[in-house]
């Protein structure tokens, strides 16, 4: 085996551990704004907006172009290709106004998921063809970072170690392209649960992912101190029995990050999907109070599934922008503070959170079939967070809120809570004296079952009888 390796120059390095630390800043996120223009259409079609081209410009000038404070919770955006060829009404390329906020531009330049052949429905990244010459393109665009994405399904018998290795060493390839051409590689394992798999089985399995991505990332002398990695917080599968609390979730993904990340890398970039922006935003701010080690600094991602409340308020109409644009500041906000673990739980009432309310709460009314997909967040919407990170206090459910516990993916069961509030620990005064089995009236049902017996019964002995006396 060769000793001999192309190392990269100390300017290189010093460039890429530049461009992480103005990256990596404490209280800042980095906002992804990477769909591709169908993932945008659809996004938009969602909530009835117009998915043409000009909408798509207007939309991504709204985020980009909010006044004054938008440095104060933003470090980077990462956007697609096709942003860099857009331009504002006034001529101005749409990615030059985060430049001039002192706002990183990264770029995504993997090229989608292609199923793999003989395997049980996982997917492989594409895009290394040409990926040389479309970063040094980047870099001349104003770009810093790059982004590239593997997905992994957790199921029964996936991911495989097929999928695991190719993911690895493709990613791998590509940050050591990047870095070659003086562009920031992050490293995003989309981990999904698919089933019913437990914290514990995530766990495991988000273990045995970054540990095959490091090995390759060392097979193919890639700096990691000029990398960041990006990575989902650990949840359990949707059909999974047990609740696990912020607090347990937020132990168990950084339990896990310190067993198999270097300490030399970089940064962490969090990607949190609680389902709701509340919910999202107590799993970071129970990361980030959570008293165990961070050997590396740790910052939030703010992507397309929390972009539903700036949807809403703009609404595809042009005197509805600043109206998105506060929302989104709003939003901003609140995971800055809870990325400093100062979010103070339910204080931040999102446009996207009523309405799913309110629409949970119709289509409970009407009881139509099946439960609309969009009612599954309402079910943690209506579920308290625990006050405790790892402990269950009483709290007062009242009457306004009914809760829908979804039990498959078609089958849904209602729970309606009674008229007047109640309280998990509250104890009856004056309790039903116990009925004495006497006094318990036996149902009309079992009669029937007991008579249906016996004359089953009467009619077996009477042929056990005849064909004994015919023997004889």
Partial sequence: MSTYFNYASRSLIDELRRIASELIVSGHGVVVTDETPTQLENLMEMFGINSCKENRILYRNLLFSVKDTLDKYVSGVVIHPEVLDQTTVNGCALHCQLRRKNILVGVTVDRGLVPVLCSNGEFATQGLDGLAKRCAEYKDCGCDFTMWRAQYNIGEYTPSYQIIMENANTMAKYAAIAQSKRM?????????????????????????????????????????????????????????????????????TLRLLRHVVPAGVGGIILH?????????????????????????????????????????????????????????????????????????????????????CKKALKALKEKPEPLPNDCVKFEELC???????????????????????????????????????????????????????????????????????????????????????KGT
């Fill in 383 to 469: 579920r308290p967070p625990p006050v405790g990170p790892m402990t269950a206090q009483p709290f007062e459910i009242s009457a306004a809120f009914m809760a829908i516990e979804i039990k498959s993916e078609v089958g849904f069961e209602e729970k309606v809570i009674a008229d007047q509030e109640i309280k998990t620990n509250e104890v009856v005064e004056n309790p039903p004296p116990p009925v004495s089995v006497a006094e318990n009236p036996v149902p009309e049902s079992a009669n029937v079952k007991r008579a249906s017996r016996a004359s089953f019964s009467s009619v077996a002995g009477e042929r056990r009888r005849s064909s004994a006396a």
């Fill in 184 to 252: 920031l590689p992050i490293l995003e394992v989309d981990i999904v649960p698919t089933e019913d798999n437990d914290l514990e089985r995530a766990e495991k399995v988000a273990e045995t992912i970054l540990m095959f991505i490091y090995k390759s990332l060392g097979d193919h002398h890639v700096n990691v101190e000029g990398t960041l990695l990006r990575v989902p917080m650990l949840a359990p599968g949707p059909k999974c029995e047990k609740r696990y609390s912020p607090g347990q979730i937020s132990k168990t």
């Fill in 272 to 356: 949190v999907d609680g389902k709701t922006e509340d919910r999202s935003l107590c799993l970071l701010n129970a990361t980030a109070t959570e008293p165990s080690a961070k050997p590396w600094p740790i910052i939030f991602s703010f992507d397309g599934t929390l972009q539903s409340s700036i949807m809403i308020a703009w609404a595809g109409h042009k005197k509805n922008v600043e109206k998105a644009q506060n929302e989104f500041l709003k939003m901003l906000s609140a995971f800055s503070n809870a990325a400093q673990g100062s979010y103070v739980t339910g204080s931040m009432k999102s446009l996207a959170d009523q309405c799913y």
